[in-house]
Each structure stands twice: as C-alpha cells, then as structure tokens.
C-alpha cells in the first residue's frame, strides 16, 4: 500500500477547527504553511497591489494600506468561523511569507473543496507555486480525506493553468463573463482534480 492511500486509510476529518490544524501542519522541502496575522497586513499589502500578482484576481489592486487590513481581519475572522480557509505560505530558511494558499467551498458529504493560490510577483518562477501547491493536495487528498478538488482561473490565465494542468487538474466547464472586476467583465474556467488523478499523476512523475 503506498503512502498516500495509507494516509487515506485513517479517520477522515471532518471538524472545520481539525481541518485548520492539518492545513497549519503542511510543509514541503522549502515552505511551510501558517495563519496570517496583522503583522502580515504589510507584506499582504505588498502581494496584492502589484497590477501583474492582481491581474486575475477577483479583485482589483489594492490601492491603500485599510485594504490590506481589512483583508487580514478577514482571514482571522475565518480563522474562528470555519467553513474557509487562507493559510500564508513562508520560506522556512527566513519566514518570508511570500504568498497564500485558500481552501474553502468544503462539501463534507462530497468529499469536496475548492483551492486557489497568489504569490509575491518576485518570487514567480522559482517553483514556490507548484511545491506549495502539490503541499495542499498531498493534505486533502490524506488526513482531510477528500476525493475531488476544484479551482476556477481566468482563462487567460495561461501560467496557472499550466500549473493545474502539470498537477493533473482537467478543465471541466467554462463559465462565460462570470466575472466582473473594475468594470472588466472575465470568462472563468472550471478544473476539476480526483484522487485517482493525483495517484496517476504521482506516479508519472516518481
């Protein structure tokens, strides 16, 4: 039995503040996984106004440091309130935080949820994304005992989707004008990752 489906094998989680903990948990040979805090507010800052970092997200850059505040007061209230999740992602060498990863849309009956990711336009193209990435699916696909992850990008969005598409992710709907961001109206496109998909992927890639 390999080591993903003996993971599999243990009690499925399904208490939202036992799922925070596992999250809290993931660690990859780099990065680490965190709560965000308010001494993140900052470096939240410094991410999400960037124009490129921002370009297809669901909403615009921000412009002014109450943003950022207020975007981290919302991740400590979801911190208490369950139901999603945005965890930061540091550097363990340094505990630079240089993004975050989401998990939220959680279906327990399903054995479902929705991911999303955004890093530090610095550190794109350093594999920071992926490694993270793979960190999140290893921990839904194990001690959360998920069966199906989804996660919806811009179509133009071409370097995300290669990320999804490298991780095993098929493209499974496509949404037109679902999004409208500074008057910017935006089709979106559905991916959808099984467990079965992440074992094959595993393999190809060992």
């Known amino acids: 039995m390999g080591k993903l489906a003996k993971v599999c094998a243990l009690l499925i989680i399904h208490d939202m503040s036992e799922m925070l903990a596992e999250l809290e948990k993931i660690e990859t040979d780099r990065l680490r996984f965190r709560r965000i805090t308010r001494l993140d507010v900052e470096i939240a800052f410094e991410i999400l ?31 208490e309130k369950g139901g999603s999740f ?10 630079e935080l240089i993004g975050a990863c989401s998990f939220f849309n959680h279906h327990a009956t399903c054995k479902r949820a929705e991911i999303g990711y955004v890093f530090a336009r610095k550190h794109w193209g350093k594999g920071y994304a992926t490694e993270a990435v793979i ?51 935006s089709d979106a496109a559905f991916y959808g990752l099984l467990m079965r998909d992440w074992e094959e992927c595993r393999r190809l890639h060992e």
């Open 49 to 79: 106004s960037h124009p490129e970092v921002t370009r297809y997200w669901s909403s615009p850059p921000m412009i002014a440091m109450s943003e950022a505040e207020a975007f981290v007061d919302r991740k400590l209230a979801s911190y």
């Open 86 to 95: 945005q965890l930061g992602v540091e550097i363990k060498e340094n505990g």
């Open 135 to 185: 960190g999140l699916i290893e921990t839904c696909f194990g001690p959360l005992g998920l069966n199906r992850l989804e996660a919806d990008i811009d179509p133009r969005n071409e370097p995300s989707a290669k990320l999804l598409r490298r991780l095993g992710f098929k493209e499974e709907g496509f949404l037109r004008q679902r999004w409208i961001v500074s008057g910017e109206i």
